[in-house]
C-alpha cells in the first residue's frame, strides 16, 4: 500500500531553519509529482510547494517563495522541503502529499496520498 512518512518537524526561533522530509513506498516514486501543504490552528490546509516528477520543475505558494526549497531523490524515494528564515506565521503542521494526475497543482483534491503531517512551530 501506498505510505508516506514525513519527519523533521519541531521548535525553531523565527530565523531559523528546518528541513523536512517524506519517505514513499507502495509506488514508483519518480511516477508522481509531489507536494507539500500545511494546516495552521484554526485555518484550512494550504498549498505550500509542488515538484514535478524529475524534479526540474517546482512552484511555490507566495507567502513561501524565496525561502523554503521543494526537491526530490527518486534514487532514495524521499523528498524534502528545506525552510529557511522560519517566521511564526510558519507554524502548522506540514503534510506531504502524492499529485494525482491532472488537476491542479495547488488544490487538495489534485493529491491522493497523504502522510501523517509532522508539527513545525516557530516562536518569536
Known amino acids: 500500500q501506498v505510505q508516506l512518512v514525513t519527519s523533521g518537524g519541531g521548535l525553531v526561533q523565527a530565523g531559523g531553519s528546518l528541513r523536512l522530509s517524506c519517505v514513499v513506498s507502495?509506488?514508483?516514486?519518480?511516477?508522481?509529482?509531489v507536494g507539500w501543504f500545511r494546516q495552521a490552528p484554526g485555518k484550512e490546509r494550504e498549498f505550500v510547494a509542488v515538484i514535478s516528477r524529475s524534479g526540474g520543475t517546482t512552484d511555490y505558494a507566495d507567502s513561501v517563495k524565496d525561502r523554503f526549497t521543494i526537491s526530490r531523490d527518486n534514487a532514495k524515494n524521499t523528498m524534502y522541503l528545506q525552510m529557511s528564515s522560519l517566521k511564526p506565521e510558519d507554524t502548522a503542521v506540514y503534510y506531504c502529499?502524492?499529485?494525482?494526475?491532472?488537476?491542479?497543482?495547488?488544490?487538495?483534491?489534485?493529491?491522493?496520498?497523504w502522510g501523517q503531517g509532522t508539527q513545525v512551530t516557530v516562536s518569536s
Open positions: 502529499a502524492r499529485k494525482l494526475y491532472g488537476g491542479s497543482d495547488y488544490s487538495e483534491p489534485s493529491y491522493g496520498s
Open positions: 507502495g509506488y514508483s516514486f519518480n511516477n508522481y509529482a
